[in-house]
């Protein structure tokens, strides 16, 4: 830009250096459970099962209003997401009973500034003894959905990723669990 507008005679080159790309951090079940015991506040206890069992981004949840909820017998939420691409994410059954009590208007989860969340979470997760980032219950939702069999197109869709490359380094992540429990004779061979 600056040689565009004529302040420098050349743009200068720099060469970047490349920065490892690291697979997504995501948590084991024992540390769900560790984490959801040391939460002592109810509602936020809902918010982490929440973000969990949908792999919603905080300010998706965050904008989460009842009246983006479709009830009946295969609920969903309609979020807005990065780039603001709109999806529908499904709720399984433990999202909605994350949820609580329905309600006809309003937000759903509280509506303090998102750093409020980030400090809530870094909080119970130091109680819990679990080194833990808030978007890393995104990274679970996705590493356990493809544990599940979830296909990777699928778990691209929930998750609202725009490239299909970015869904499947939880397949990666989750290797690396496999490999995990086979060397500690978790798994056995049938």
């Known amino acids: 830009t600056a040689a565009r507008w004529s302040l420098v005679e050349k743009a200068p080159f720099v060469e970047m250096v490349k920065e490892p790309r690291l697979l997504p951090r995501h948590l084991t ?11 002592t ?5 809902r918010l982490w099962l929440f973000l969990i069992w949908t792999g919603m981004r905080r300010l998706e949840a965050h904008g989460l209003h009842w009246e983006h909820i479709a009830w009946g017998e295969a609920p969903s939420a309609r979020v807005v997401g990065k780039g603001r691409r709109e999806r529908l994410v499904p709720l399984l059954p433990e ?12 937000p ?29 219950l995104r990274h ?12 990777v197109r699928v778990v691209q869709e929930v998750l609202g990723h725009a ?28």
């Open 163 to 190: 490239q299909i490359t970015t869904t499947e380094r939880y397949s990666k992540a989750y290797i690396g669990d496999l490999y995990q429990a086979l060397s500690q004779g978790l798994v056995s061979q049938k």
């Open 29 to 39: 079940p024992s540390q769900v459970e560790d984490l959801l015991k040391a939460e």
């Open 41 to 45: 506040n109810f509602d936020r206890r």
């Open 140 to 151: 679970t939702a996705a590493t356990w959905m493809i544990a599940r069999g979830v296909p």
């Open 95 to 106: 999202a909605v009973v994350a949820l609580g009590e329905p309600k006809d208007l309003g």
């Open 108 to 136: 759903v989860w509280p509506q303090v500034h998102l750093d409020t969340w980030t400090h809530w979470f870094e909080d119970t997760a130091r109680a819990a003894g679990v080194s833990a980032r808030l978007h890393d």
